[in-house]
């Protein structure tokens, strides 16, 4: 099955450095499809995009030339339009074309406070424009030590898409304890993981791992048949191992 590969670069790089990094990427992928008819057979074969920070889309818009590379969403707010300072809408993202939108990343739940609730509302909204959600959700390194996983997963996966179906969003696990600490989830755990989520949602579903994937580890990963693609974070700020990553098989 083709991946799909979402670089999150969170709250990093300016408009000028987004800028510089969609103009390398520009000539440097031309160059990799125009040299390597493997590497492009691989990247068509795959979906992969952005989601930079939302003062920077335009950037997107102004200098990206890959019809190919998507522009992704970082957060959605649940609210239509109104007094929500800061929030942005999911109508504004369609207006840029953004196909997908994460909700509920750890960070968004730790940091500001979001409930599962929250995301469920959040996806629903995303859902209103033909937005497709990709519904993060972990475990935290006390919950996997105490052999919890599949239970916290199961929770926050039925409360975040309550009353929503599982073929019209994509399941982003992400295992708290993996995030930014280098330590992915192994291929055995992962797939343990991987197989119960799927018994849990539906057979059409798509499932992305996040959690410290990088250019080494990602081909392994990639090979478990219910991963369907990933989320990754910092190594994709690097733009020859966002190049690599998105050729993924």
Not at 102 to 123: F, P, Q
Not at 135 to 150: A, D, M, P, V
Request: with cysteine.
């Amino acid at each position: 099955m083709n991946k799909i590969i979402i670089a999150n670069w969170k709250m990093n790089k300016t408009f000028g450095e987004s800028a510089e990094w969609l103009e390398k990427f520009n000539k440097k992928f031309k160059e990799k499809i125009r040299k390597d008819k493997t590497y492009k057979d691989a990247v068509y074969a795959n979906e992969f995009g952005i989601a930079m920070p939302p003062i920077n889309l335009a950037a997107h818009v102004a200098f990206n030339k890959i019809d190919k590379l998507m522009l992704v969403g970082q957060d959605v707010s649940q609210f239509p339009a109104g007094p929500y300072t800061g929030d942005i809408s999911a109508e504004m993202l369609n207006e840029f074309g953004i196909k997908y939108v994460i909700v509920g990343h750890s960070e968004r739940r730790k940091y500001h406070y979001e409930t599962s609730c929250d995301v469920n509302l959040k996806a629903k909204a995303a859902l209103e424009y033909n937005i497709t959600p990709l519904i993060c959700f972990g475990e935290s390194l006390t919950e996997y030590q105490q052999g919890k996983s599949k239970e916290v997963v199961k929770r926050k996966i039925l409360e975040s898409s309550k009353d929503i179906d599982f073929s019209k969003v994509i399941i982003s696990y992400e295992p708290i304890w993996a995030m930014g600490t280098g330590q992915s989830a192994s291929p055995t755990f992962l797939k343990d993981m991987a197989e119960y989520i799927r018994s849990i949602t539906s057979p059409n579903t798509k499932i992305i791992y996040g959690g410290s994937v990088n250019a080494k580890n990602i081909k392994d990963l990639a090979k478990i048949p219910d991963i369907n693609g990933f989320l990754i974070g910092n190594a994709t700020l690097d733009l020859d191992t966002f190049l690599e990553v998105i050729a993924v098989e």
